[in-house]
């Protein structure tokens, strides 16, 4: 049977895989278009997230929704936004590596049904995990943000660029601009129905 996004968030709503089912209040499995061009990757749900079961709906999530909304001119349903965990892990510490071991197959098949154009990770811990699993090399968020990478997954293009998490420029407002600027380069691709790498850096 071919796999779907309701028949994953169905077994998300069940999982008992890492032990962040006990203290989760909601599972937060993702949003979205299946059609998305782009995806968007954080770390994990917080406490908003938790509350109310969909990704990005706080402080950090609104700077993420008027991101994608003015600096790429698309709709929040447009794309599709979850996260590397689907469960908020308690008062918001780093995720661990049996979590994210647990976790990461249900963002594989996210990612399978979805065969997006783009992916856009937020934040060092989402940059890290799909970066090495995609088996591109990453150092530090500050040193690969912004740089537009090219993977052939499944036998079509994959792009990935990593940036800064929006939670980021809540307490480091310098970090805003720096996430703009990121976003403004996605938007030549965005732009585009065919773009290249050169069109990137245009
Ligand atoms: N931070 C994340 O990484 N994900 C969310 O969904 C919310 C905040």
Redesign the pocket.
Known sequence: MDDSLEEIVREIRSCRKCSLWITKKNY?PGEGSENAGIMFI?????KE?DEQGR??V?N??KFLTALIEKSLGLRREDVYIT?ILKCRPPNNRDPDDEEIDACFPYLERQISVIKPEIIAC??RHSARTVFEHFGIPFTTISRERGLMREKIVDGKVIRFIATY?P?AALYKPPLKETIEEDFKKLRNFVKKKNPTLLDFFS
């Open positions: 937060v954080g770390e994990a749900p917080g997230e990704p990005f706080g950090a999530g996260n937020l934040g998490h939670a």
